[in-house]
């Protein structure tokens, strides 16, 4: 209950400012008591101005906790977005660069084949010069591992020292050689087939006839004329470089990088062709010493390099010193001559009349009989 009381006693002129004072005592009375009282108000013996304090505490305390679950939550949040930015980004440029060397592979197998798919019988003024489908016209030349080329104008003393010849097929050579090394040297004369093998070793792989030679997994030709190594009057740049200048040559987008890594991380067969095309003979030297190091530095690959007898010669120091094995062409017998000149011209008939079936077939195997 409020005490005091505003009426004044008898004979009293209250001023302004007694007036004033006394509501303020009045107010002061008032507010003292409420407070009072609430002190006196107790639930299960705890103080209300506590229990309000308290819940006032418990407040702020779940405020701060739900700002703080918040800000976690928005940072996990954010964390999850920039890492699935992240992953979609690498997943795309892993896919882009997965189809880029898709497309640059495509790229490099269709030229490959245009330029080693097809044949032509050169040096015959009395046959035009008609390129045929390789595999249609190619005639398996006999290789020897023991007879040598360079041995044929020895005395004849020296060559009943040498072994009996024992003839292979280019499938069986292929599947003995990297049975135990990883490099095949091909020594021939001048047109006895080395740069046609080694173009149907290409066009085979090219077409996934790779079974044949001995791989299990299909592999990747990669085809290199070694007079075309740059520069040519020192040690020669990497072979990815010299390929993809091929390739540059051959109006391809395809880098060096691209043959780095199908040379490091898959099957690959390259094919050197013509060392003794290197007419220097110091840079033929450097070139035997590139091809050592080269075979040596790609342990995923294997390697075939053709030459001439004349320009591999151990007496003007031209030897290949990774571990090889060595196979000579023998010239084709007349029956090989035969049966490839029947074979050509039925590919060129065939080609100039391509629905001409049985006739077209008939008339090229008198054309060869005739011819």
Not at 76 to 97: P, S, V
Not at 183 to 201: A, Q, R
Request: glycine fraction near 6%; hydrophobic fraction near 35%; charge should be neutral.
């Amino acid at each position: 209950m409020i005490k005091g009381s505003l009426e004044p006693s008898e004979g009293f002129e209250p001023s302004e400012g007694s007036i004033v004072s006394t509501l303020d005592s009045l107010i002061e009375g008032s507010r003292k008591e409420i407070s009072s009282q609430n002190q006196g108000i107790t639930i299960f013996g705890i103080a209300l101005r506590d229990l309000i304090a308290f819940g006032a505490l418990l407040v702020g305390l779940a405020g701060l906790i739900f700002g703080i679950y918040q800000y976690r939550k928005r940072v996990r949040d954010t964390e999850k977005t920039e890492k699935a930015k992240l992953k979609a980004k690498d997943e795309y440029e892993t896919e882009k660069g997965v189809l880029q060397t898709k497309t640059a592979e495509q790229h490099y197998r269709a030229a490959l084949a245009e330029e080693l798919g097809s044949i032509k019988i050169l040096g015959s003024p009395e046959i035009e010069s008609i390129p045929v489908n390789l595999l249609d016209a190619f005639v398996s030349v006999d290789l020897s591992e023991t007879w040598r080329t360079d041995l044929r104008f020895e005395t004849r003393e020296l060559k009943k020292q040498m072994p009996e010849e024992k003839y292979s097929t280019p499938e069986s050579v292929l599947k003995k050689a990297f049975r135990q090394y990883r490099l095949l040297l091909l020594i021939g004369d001048p047109g006895s087939g080395k740069t046609t093998l080694m173009k149907y070793y290409a066009m085979c792989c090219l077409e996934d006839d790779h079974t044949k030679f001995g791989f299990k997994k299909p592999v990747l030709p990669l085809y290199l004329p070694l007079r075309e190594l740059e520069p040519k009057d020192t040690t020669p740049d990497s072979l990815p470089d010299n390929l993809a200048r091929w390739a540059k040559k051959h109006v391809l987008d395809i880098n060096s990088e691209d043959f780095y890594n199908w040379l490091h991380n898959r099957a690959t067969l390259v094919l050197l062709d013509g060392l003794d095309e290197i007419s220097d003979l110091d840079q033929r030297k450097r070139v035997c010493e590139w091809i050592d190091n080269t075979c040596a530095g790609l342990n995923k690959a294997k390697f075939v390099v053709t030459s001439r007898w004349t320009g591999y010669r151990k007496a003007d120091g031209i030897e290949l010193a990774f571990n090889h094995m060595r196979a000579d062409v023998r010239d084709f017998s007349p029956e090989q001559q035969e049966d490839f000149l029947t074979k050509w011209f039925r590919a060129a008939f065939q080609r100039n009349f391509p629905r001409g079936g049985r006739t077209a077939a008939r008339m090229a195997g008198t054309a060869s009989q005739t011819g």
